[in-house]
């Protein structure tokens, strides 16, 4: 009887093991099938006080269909994207662009939440950077 328990035991350590790794190879996020981001995280290094930044996050559709950003949020008030609004055809490139009003001092990390038409979960970007006085 023991060898029975430690036997079935053995096999679903196996069959567990097997399974996690068989799911490690897909993405984690959905948006990943549908698009390529050139850069997820952008550090604009440093700016002055009150002086605004903006960057693009680029991003290339490759998928077999249009993808069409429905929204995207940041983290706080002081950064503003704007998307492509029309549909981005498979092959096609479109982007996120950041603004941030660099209205506070030091070291600063925002994110931006992007939402696909059809897809649940967001995919998250990253605005880095130094505002001196």
Not at 30 to 43: C, G, L, M, T, Y
Request: glycine share 6%; charged share 25%.
């Amino acid at each position: 009887m023991k060898k029975f328990i430690l036997s079935l035991f053995a096999s679903m350590l196996v069959t567990t093991a097997i399974f996690a790794q068989a799911q490690s190879g897909t993405s984690a996020n959905p948006v990943d099938a549908k698009v390529k981001f050139k850069q997820e995280s952008i550090d604009f290094g440093k700016t002055k006080l009150n002086k605004p930044v903006s960057v693009d996050f680029e991003f290339t559709n490759t998928s077999k269909e249009p993808v069409l950003v429905e929204t995207a949020r940041a983290s706080c008030g002081c950064t503003t994207p704007t998307w492509t609004k029309e549909p981005i055809l498979p092959g096609k490139k479109g982007k996120i662009t950041a603004g941030y009003s660099a209205n506070s001092v030091g070291q600063q990390n925002k994110t931006i939440w992007v939402k696909l038409k059809g897809v649940d979960q967001d995919k998250e970007l990253h605005l880095t950077g130094t505002v001196e006085n």
